[in-house]
């Protein structure tokens, strides 16, 4: 039986003394996602600060859980095409099922290296590391705006064959990297790492149902420290250049692939305001 996540409060000093740079005096975005979810690990600052965007987007918490749905469709979607190989970069706090969990559902030789460098993750990082006995999981910390520094770090783990096909997993992560930081270039270095037949699986926060809503939502992350921009399906599209889409392509996330009887009509593509989608590579 898996045990219950401690909410925030209950980390103890010795944990926050491994972690320094928890930050509790100001909003996260990965406990605010934490806290959309309906999760435990926030503090009271994320929780108003998460309020304050839900003010923007009462749906907020609808994207949050169409985007982890998302996750687990394109996990399984790729280990069941024969991927065996994960990395997940800017995890986030850990949320059962997590990707080795899916993934080595489907394929228990699975192994999937988890990529974040933020202190609150590597607190909750163990739930991250049990693995089937014949797949393998790793956590390394690296900051996904250095995608050298990713690829560096995963290939030291030894866990990843590059000359394999492997599945690059970029969840709710390049919203939070504006056009400063380059993320086409980040992910065009990332994709030219990986062998063809590899993957590319992406969801990112879009403008083009709600745009004054989701700019007060990325004035809100940028605010608390966290530099956010939604873009365009046009814009989101670019990140998947050179690549094979998978049907049914970049769409909404709660469209990409549902299950049957799962019922994506019972919410509307604007309180989704995610476009998810995989591509492979040629």
């Known amino acids: 039986m898996q045990r219950d996540k401690p909410s925030a409060e209950d980390v103890g000093e010795g944990d926050l003394s491994r972690s320094i740079r928890l930050s509790q005096d100001r909003p996260h975005s990965a406990r605010m996602y934490d806290y959309f979810l309906g999760g435990k690990t926030n503090y009271i600052v994320d929780r108003q600060a998460a309020e304050e965007v839900l003010r923007h987007f009462p749906a907020v918490a609808v994207a949050a859980r169409a985007n982890r749905a998302f996750m687990h469709r394109s996990v399984h979607y790729l280990a069941s095409v024969g991927v065996r190989q994960f990395i997940d970069i800017g995890t986030g706090i850990p949320t059962a099922p997590n990707v080795h969990e899916v993934a080595q559902q489907v394929a228990a030789d699975a192994r999937v290296i988890y990529v974040d460098n933020d202190p609150i993750v590597l607190a909750y990082s163990e739930q991250l590391l049990a ?152």
Request: charged share 20%.
């Open 131 to 282: 693995s089937t006995p014949e797949g393998a999981t790793r956590y390394v910390e690296a900051d996904a705006t250095d995608a050298q520094a990713v690829l560096g770090a995963v290939e030291a783990t030894g866990c990843v064959d590059f000359t394999r096909p492997v599945a690059v997993n970029l969840h709710a992560l390049l919203h939070f990297m504006p056009d400063a930081f380059e993320p086409y270039v980040i992910v065009r270095t990332l994709m030219d790492r990986v062998v063809p037949g590899s993957y590319l699986s992406l969801s990112h926060v879009t403008l083009d149902f709600e745009p004054a809503a989701w700019r007060a939502i990325a004035e809100i992350y940028t605010k608390a420290g966290t530099p956010a921009q939604g873009r365009t399906h046009a814009e989101i599209a670019r990140f998947f250049d050179g690549l094979e889409m998978v049907d049914p392509g970049l769409t909404v996330a709660h469209r990409w692939r549902p299950q049957p009887a799962s019922g994506p009509s019972l919410v509307s593509d604007t309180d989704v305001s995610l476009y998810a989608g995989v591509g492979r590579k040629r």
